[in-house]
Nanobody
Framework: QLQASGGGLVQPGRSLRLSCAAV????????MGWYRQIPGKQRELVAT???????NYADSVRDRSFISRDNAKDTMYLQIDNLTPEDTAVYYC??????????????WGQGTQVTVSS
């Protein structure tokens, strides 16, 4: 399973760092990523990172965010700077995982609320 943390209430212009850890009977974690969803809208990609650190960002966050991972800890991080109210959403982490039975699955975290407001 994936355990996400780091959401909360943040003032506009400030930064936020989200974490997502893959825990349990895991053999290897491949691609990881962050997605976000606003009520009434489709879930959208924020950023992804491959195991070899190839990164991809949505245009809306490209110039003010950084995604990283620690493969030894099966953990991913996302920092977004200069937050605006438009960043308010539930953020979900995703990972493509090979478990200890060598079965490949897509894992989703439980979602963490990020609210940008003064």
């Amino acid at each position: 399973q994936l355990q996400a943390s780091g959401g909360g209430l943040v003032q506009p212009g400030r930064s936020l760092r989200l974490s997502c850890a893959a825990v349990g009977a895991i053999f290897k974690v491949f691609d990881m990523g962050w997605y976000r969803q606003i009520p009434g809208k489709q879930r959208e990609l924020v950023a992804t990172i491959r195991r070899d650190d190839i990164r991809n960002y949505a245009d809306s966050v490209r110039d003010r965010s950084f995604i990283s991972r620690d493969n030894a800890k099966d953990t991913m991080y996302l920092q977004i700077d200069n937050l605006t109210p438009e960043d308010t959403a539930v953020y979900y982490c995703h990972a493509n995982v090979l478990d200890d039975q060598i079965r490949e699955s897509d894992y989703w975290g439980q979602g963490t609320q990020v609210t940008v407001s003064s």
